[in-house]
């Protein structure tokens, strides 16, 4: 039982560490598995995944495509666009420019409302909190809330969206509640697992 216990815990402890994997994918289409730090203007910071007490890379942005969070939501980096100034004598004939079709866009909306989702949602702590209370005094009863409140969508006025009018567009609204659902749960079940770990240390103390 005692064994039992010990790697039910070890593994508790060991999971967010295992789950905090972000894959970087640069325009080179080399893969690095990382945990970011930070995404500034101009440059990405993050640490190796396979060494995260190493040293913090940083990485232009604008050699980075794509980056692929954690809890599987991704971000895409477009190149910024540089005009140049051409004589007038030197002018080519018109020829035709690619826009972006509906779908594409619609699809890029969908991907920033996903990232800002990630980094802005802030509506999960008040089922994160119930969930930690009930499960640190019962696990099996923690699982009542923990059940309920990841079941219900974030509510409209915990949101906290960046931006009110871009969640006017209906592509960007569905990856933004799409991500922030999916944060909501996390915290509400990484919470149970706190109070079933602190239940299963006080059980190994009282078995010594």
């Known amino acids: 039982m005692r064994k039992v216990l010990l790697t039910v815990i070890s593994v508790l402890t060991l999971l967010p560490c295992l789950q905090a994997q972000d894959l970087i994918t640069k325009r080179t289409g080399e893969k690095v598995e990382a945990k970011v730090l930070e995404i500034n203007s101009s440059e990405i910071k993050y640490k190796r995944f396979s060494h995260p007490e190493g040293p913090t890379y ?20 477009e190149l910024e666009e540089h005009t140049a100034t051409v004589s007038s004598e030197n002018v080519p004939s018109p020829v035709e420019v690619y826009k972006p079709t509906a779908s594409v866009g619609g699809l890029n909306m969908y991907v920033k409302g996903q990232a800002d989702g990630r980094r802005f949602y802030d509506g999960h702590k008040a089922a994160g909190t ?11 009863v923690g699982l009542i809330p923990a059940g309920i409140t990841s079941a219900v969508p974030p509510k409209e006025h915990n949101w ?19 991500s922030a659902r999916r944060k909501k749960v996390g915290k509400v079940f990484t919470n149970w697992g706190i109070g079933l770990g602190a239940n299963l240390i006080l059980a190994l103390i009282i078995i010594k």
């Open 58 to 77: 940083v990485v232009p942005k604008s050699e980075v495509l794509l980056i692929t969070y954690e809890d599987k939501t991704s971000e895409v980096f």
């Open 130 to 140: 119930t969930t930690l209370i009930v499960s640190l005094l019962s696990p099996v």
């Open 160 to 178: 906290d969206a960046p931006n009110n009018q871009l969640l006017q567009n209906p592509d960007y609204k569905s990856g933004y509640l799409k």
